[in-house]
């Protein structure tokens, strides 16, 4: 047989050939064909090399979802270059440490974020170029290294450049975690593994993408690769919609009506965004079939709100950057409503082992200790020597989960989230699914706080829906027969507004230090 390198480049080299003209839209700024965004991303591509980059040099993009960006992931790529996506909501400190560890050589910043970008600039002696996106008429910012804005750029040094003419395993991508759980690690992707990826995100119990496609990707492109999104779109010539920077629920909602979305891909929060200005509004989006939640565990009230309100399928799906980073999804067929965060598509393999490692002998209906093992599944992390993997070749997520008869999964914790309490474990994931499920509960959190007898003890931090009062007996009375008692929380604490994590996913460390400390009673 042939052999086919599998590199990502082929995913636009085909939507250009056979879906010329479908769409790849970036709000309400413009609108272009696959032909053509394929033939600007290869001329940035000669650019990228008339300043210097040469094959195995790594990029970093500082954007939002648009048309630029999404050049850049492919003209970057395409040329053996390693496209390293930096999250703008991360202070200028964390990401300079990114930016200083991965030797990035030259930054591709939105023109709105230009501060940043000379903050970063400042910080990263390794930067020597800055390439500004997304905005022609703004002012270009006084850097101590050349700086050259894309559309110039294209004039005066595109040129056409050979793409794919590399080995498969090639690096293509590069993305820290959020460092939520300490210092970000950097997750160093292969066109390899984001070829397999995006074949294993399309399978019919997956996302499932065809042609006939409109996706809107509220997922920010710098989280994993935008969920593999930017790839599997073209890969299937899907339309594109690319918000930009603004997720507010008008201006998501009038996106959804004006290009007929279908598919519309974010997390939680993004959504009960949009679910609240339509019922504000009174309009409706009945373009939209489905919508994938990722990110943290959807409460199941939320869940049920959307299927009202959107009349749309809701996939659930759990993943990390570690896996590209799709692991588990709900599927797209069927009667039955999303459970848990579903089962894995073919490509990765799940395991639950005991805190020690040791593979449960049970893998059904008992919680135990997450491990992954799959083609686009992490082997180590960026700069480390030191395989992350145990001696079978999974990789352990940190999480606690359950697997039904039926293979669904579900997450049931954190380790690092379990609450200590008496020298026995309490599992706030459990508390916040039932709380979570409760009418007027728009979000919980469960977090622990020092206590000097039983050495911690639970609080709930609820956000409630606009409108509704809710009742500290009712709350705490919906736990009991349904946890032990002692794990009932101390507290009820409303916010007006729950803080979010850069990923979108609640802020359990801002809370810990805003109420650790607060009494009971």
């Known amino acids: 047989m042939q052999f086919y390198a599998l590199t990502v480049d082929k995913f ?84 300079a440490a990114m930016v200083n560890e991965a030797q990035d050589r030259l930054l591709a910043a939105s023109a709105d974020l230009a501060g940043l970008a000379e903050q970063l600039v400042a910080s990263c002696p390794s930067l020597e170029k800055v390439v500004m996106l997304d905005g022609a008429s703004a002012p270009t910012p006084q850097l101590r290294c050349p700086t050259y804005e894309l559309e110039s750029l294209l004039v005066h040094a595109g040129k056409e450049s050979p793409w794919g003419n590399f080995d498969e395993e090639t690096p293509a991508g590069l993305c820290y975690t959020s460092g939520t759980t300490g210092a970000p690690k950097g997750v160093l992707y292969t066109h390899r593994s984001n070829y397999l990826h995006t074949l294993r995100a399309l399978q019919a119990d997956a996302i499932a993408l065809t042609s006939s496609d409109c996706v809107l990707v509220a997922v920010p492109m ?15 010539g899907a339309k594109l919609v690319l918000p930009g920077r603004n997720l507010d629920g008008a201006y998501l909602a009038s996106l959804i009506r004006n290009e007929g979305v279908t598919v519309a891909v974010g997390v939680q929060t993004v959504w009960q965004g949009l679910l609240d200005h339509l019922d504000r509004s ?38 990390m950057t570690e896996l590209s980073p799709l692991g588990t999804i709900a599927p797209v067929f069927g009667s039955a409503r999303a459970i848990g965060a579903g089962r894995p598509p073919v490509g990765l393999d799940l395991k639950l082992t005991d805190a020690a490692g040791a593979t449960l002998p049970q893998q059904r209906n008992v919680t135990g200790h997450l491990k992954v093992k799959g083609h686009s599944v992490v082997d180590r992390y960026f700069a480390s020597n030191t395989p992350v993997l145990d001696e079978e070749g999974y990789f352990d997520t940190g999480d606690l989960a359950i697997i039904d008869d039926a293979g669904h999964l579900t997450i049931s914790g954190r380790v690092k989230d379990l609450i200590k309490s008496g020298g ?24 622990g706080r020092a206590d000097a007898k039983w050495g911690e003890r639970p609080i709930v931090i609820v956000k409630p829906q606009n409108g509704h009062n809710l009742d500290d007996a009712v709350l705490l009375g919906a736990l009991r027969g349904r946890v032990a008692d002692w794990w009932i929380p101390d507290r009820v604490i409303r916010v007006a507004h729950m803080p979010l994590a850069p990923t979108g996913k609640i802020d359990k460390n801002r809370l810990r230090a805003d109420y650790a400390g607060i009494e009971s009673g």
């Open 282 to 319: 009174g309009e409706e989006v009945p373009t939209l079939a489905r919508v994938v939640i990722g990110g943290s565990a959807c409460p199941d009230a939320l869940i049920r709100r959307m299927e009202e309100r959107l009349k749309a399928r809701v996939q659930t799906s759990w993943g």
């Open 12 to 95: 636009l080299d085909h939507a250009a050939k056979w879906f010329a003209n479908r769409e790849i839209v970036t709000g309400q700024a413009g609108r272009i064909g696959y032909g053509d965004l394929r033939s600007r991303s290869n001329r940035i591509s000669g650019a990228l090399s008339s300043l210097g980059l040469a094959f195995g040099d790594r990029l970093a993009t500082l954007a939002w979802n648009t048309q630029h960006h999404l050049e850049m992931y492919y003209a970057a790529m395409g040329s053996g270059l390693v496209c390293h996506t930096l999250n703008p909501r991360l202070t200028p400190a964390h990401l």
């Open 424 to 447: 026995e474990w309490i599992n706030p994931a459990e508390i916040e699914a039932i709380v979570g499920a409760m009418p007027g509960v728009e979000s919980v959190a469960v977090i």
């Open 222 to 236: 710098f989280h994993a690769n935008g969920w593999g999104i930017p790839f599997a779109a073209p890969a299937v």
